[in-house]
């Protein structure tokens, strides 16, 4: 309208030989009130919207999971885009921001967050989160209400590895916020690392078949041997396994790593649905190779009956989904000649076995093949054999601590302290010969054992680590090196709350920052 006013003023003479009629007039009038009334209506319904996002913005501040990126390059932002996906497929609500958007205010509002923080240069933060380093992390904080996780991103040929990470995870911990599990490092985009966090975010939002962003290239192994551990038990029943390399092969692995295992559904199970989806089995092309149709529906993701309906083999094939990897701490060394696993068989909610626990107890045959790849967690490799060594688990976190225990006494590092606890000693004491044996020959110098239903009243590791606070300052004060394996609800944090009860908040954190203190819970 200003416009029109403006080049009004430079004419002259009438602007039209004759004037509009009346009803032209009339007509434009109308047609101009009415657009103005539909911006109107346009502003006052964006104007409620935004009102509205801001008000449930505000009724889920506390439901929702923070996803915050800290990038160089712009990979940390994807990834943190892909953790937030995930989450969302599991029904949590979301919310992705630059690490420059937040503030304290922020993260004390905050009930879980996750960081996925790049490192550039020789350990500095990207520049994207300067102005969160020199105006949050540079004050002090009120966290104790956060539960949060890192995902640190950089690379080994630099001495000062994912130091940015490591700072922003220590700087948390200082100010109260509690790890909803432990820091996850990243070696140059380092897939398997990827898949354990993406793991890790399965277990927050209670969905644990999503598919692997990137799925694991595994070797087709044989089971060796499958053995109930403890029958009778009223806890779930827990399985040994051993799994042998392909012919020709020397893998390599020491205490701590994981194996990386492809489960499959029951052939029952597949031979099943394709009576119910009316489909024949029939040899299908995958990436250039001939396969089975029922041998791919074994290791995907099977669809519901009705969406398949008309569908041929090949079409079918296309569209399956691999199912996601599961990951079991080793409880061998290569010297033993397999990878053995302990593993506990899990139920759904309506009774049927895990995909990964009800593969390797149920449905694998002995002799068989299993898709397995290692994967390296420097995270929870062993300490200087110099040091003292503080193990402690519960359950089948056993098979971590069994590893560590076999590499000592191969090392013929004798000062091991081992703290374990489960529910009944004579069925659920997992390799108890073994422990027995060991302590008998010198190479455990002590012993804690805690079976909970044992007794009247429950008795859990903690307290037992509670009640030998006096050892347990002698063994760190001589330079002991502490390692949990187990459960993350439960044992861990309560020997995490002994620890720093009984030593201190301040030398808990300087023992993580030296990598004294790990963990591998789950």
């Known amino acids: 309208m200003l416009l029109a006013w403006g080049l009004s003023t430079l004419q002259v003479?009438?602007?039209?030989?004759?004037?509009?009629?009346?009803?032209?007039?009339?007509?434009?009038?109308?047609?101009?009130?009415?657009?103005?009334?539909?911006?109107?209506?346009?502003?006052?319904?964006?104007?409620?919207?935004?009102?509205?996002?801001?008000?449930?913005?505000?009724?889920n501040e506390e439901a929702s999971v923070l996803v915050v990126h800290a990038s160089q390059t712009g990979f940390a932002r994807q990834l943190a885009e892909r953790s937030?996906?995930?989450?969302?497929?599991?029904?949590?609500?979301?919310?992705?921001?630059?690490?420059?958007?937040?503030?304290?205010?922020?993260?004390?509002?905050?009930r879980r967050a996750l960081f996925v923080a790049s490192t550039?240069?020789?350990?500095?933060?990207?520049?994207?989160?300067?102005?969160?380093?020199?105006?949050?992390?540079?004050?002090p904080a009120s966290l104790q209400r956060l539960r949060y996780a890192v995902l640190a991103l950089g690379d080994r040929e630099y001495e000062s590895f994912c130091s940015f990470g490591h700072q922003l995870d220590d700087w948390l911990r200082r100010h109260g916020a509690?790890?909803?599990?432990?820091?996850?490092?990243?070696?140059?985009?380092?897939?398997?690392?990827?898949?354990?966090?993406?793991?890790?975010?399965g277990q927050l939002g209670g969905v644990t078949d999503l598919p692997d962003w990137t799925p694991a290239i595994y070797q087709p192994w044989t089971l060796l041997e499958r053995r109930e551990l403890n029958p009778g038990s009223a806890g779930a029943r827990a399985f040994h396994l051993a799994i042998s390399a392909p012919a020709g092969s020397v893998p390599r692995w020491v205490a701590g790593d994981v194996a990386e295992i492809g489960p499959r559904h029951a052939p029952g199970a597949i031979a099943g649905?394709?009576?119910?989806?009316?489909i024949a089995d029939a040899t299908v092309a995958v990436d250039g190779k001939l396969t089975a149709l029922s041998h791919l529906l074994a290791g995907s993701h099977l669809p519901a009956?009705?969406?398949?309906?008309?569908?041929?083999?090949?079409?079918?094939?296309?569209?399956?989904?691999?199912?996601?990897?599961?990951?079991?701490?080793?409880?061998?060394?290569?010297?033993?000649?397999?990878?053995?696993?302990?593993?506990?068989?899990?139920?759904?909610?309506?009774?049927?076995?895990?995909?990964?626990?009800?593969?390797?107890?149920?449905?694998?045959?002995?002799?068989?093949?299993?898709?397995?790849r290692l994967r390296s967690n420097p995270n929870?490799?062993?300490?200087?054999?110099?040091?003292?060594?503080?193990?402690?688990?519960?359950?089948?976190?056993?098979?971590?601590?069994?590893?560590?225990?076999?590499?000592?006494?191969?090392?013929?590092?004798?000062?091991?302290?081992?703290?374990?606890?489960?529910?009944?000693?004579?069925?659920?004491?997992?390799?108890?010969n073994e422990v027995r044996d060991w302590q008998a020959q010198g190479w455990?110098?002590?012993?804690?054992?805690?079976?909970?239903?044992?007794?009247?009243?429950?008795?859990?590791?903690?307290?037992?680590?509670?009640a030998a606070s006096s050892v347990l300052r002698q063994w760190v004060d001589d330079g002991a090196s502490i390692y949990v394996c187990g459960s993350l609800a439960g044992m861990a944090p309560g020997v995490d709350a002994v620890l720093r009860e009984v030593l201190g908040d301040s030398r808990v954190e300087d023992m993580l920052a030296d990598g004294r203190y790990r963990r591998d819970v789950y």
């Open 13 to 59: 003479d009438d602007w039209w030989p004759a004037r509009p009629l009346v009803t032209r007039w009339t007509g434009a009038g109308v047609s101009l009130a009415g657009y103005a009334f539909f911006c109107g209506v346009l502003l006052w319904r964006s104007r409620a919207g935004t009102r509205q996002d801001e008000d449930s913005g505000a009724a």
């Open 84 to 110: 937030a996906d995930s989450l969302r497929q599991s029904g949590m609500p979301v919310k992705v921001r630059n690490i420059s958007e937040v503030d304290q205010a922020m993260l004390a509002s905050c």
């Open 120 to 139: 550039t240069g020789e350990g500095d933060p990207p520049d994207q989160a300067l102005s969160f380093v020199r105006d949050v992390m540079a004050h």
């Open 178 to 201: 509690q790890a909803l599990f432990d820091l996850v490092e990243v070696d140059n985009a380092d897939e398997s690392a990827l898949r354990h966090w993406q793991h890790h975010l």
């Open 273 to 278: 649905w394709l009576a119910e989806a009316g």
């Open 305 to 372: 009956v009705g969406e398949t309906r008309g569908m041929g083999a090949q079409a079918l094939a296309a569209q399956l989904k691999p199912l996601p990897h599961r990951e079991y701490s080793i409880a061998s060394l290569p010297t033993d000649g397999s990878v053995q696993l302990l593993l506990r068989r899990q139920l759904r909610a309506d009774g049927s076995p895990g995909i990964g626990s009800g593969w390797l107890c149920d449905y694998a045959e002995v002799g068989g093949e299993i898709a397995l």
């Open 380 to 432: 929870f490799h062993a300490p200087d054999t110099a040091r003292p060594m503080i193990l402690i688990g519960n359950g089948t976190g056993m098979a971590g601590l069994r590893a560590h225990l076999k590499q000592r006494i191969a090392s013929g590092a004798r000062r091991n302290w081992l703290l374990f606890g489960e529910r009944n000693a004579d069925r659920d004491f997992f390799y108890g």
């Open 444 to 466: 455990l110098e002590r012993v804690d054992l805690t079976f909970s239903r044992d007794q009247p009243q429950r008795i859990y590791v903690q307290a037992r680590l509670q």
